[in-house]
């Protein structure tokens, strides 16, 4: 997922989507645990994910307190 498409969610769609990718990232770590994943790039690409969400979030917040 791009910056730019997380930037265009609103408040309640980003708490869902990082509600949302944190059980797929528990999700991934149980399945890597009895060594049925897939893909193993994937939990890199969801941890990023997990952290652009959060700075979005952190961002908002930081510009809902300047203006």
């Given at each position: 997922?791009?910056?730019?498409?997380?930037?265009?969610?609103?408040?309640?769609?980003?708490?869902?989507?990082?509600?949302?990718?944190?059980?797929?990232?528990?999700?991934?770590?149980f399945?890597?645990?009895?060594?049925?994943?897939?893909?193993?790039?994937?939990?890199?690409?969801?941890?990023?994910?997990?952290?652009?969400?959060?700075?979005?979030?952190?961002?908002?917040?930081?510009?809902?307190?300047?203006?």
């Amino acid at each position: 997922m791009r910056a730019s498409e997380i930037r265009e969610l609103t408040a309640e769609e980003l708490n869902s989507k990082l509600k949302e990718l944190k059980s797929e990232l528990f999700n991934l770590r149980f399945q890597l645990a009895i060594n049925q994943i897939d893909n193993p790039m994937r939990i890199t690409a969801v941890k990023k994910d997990i952290a652009r969400v959060k700075t979005i979030i952190r961002e908002n917040e930081l510009n809902a307190d300047n203006t």
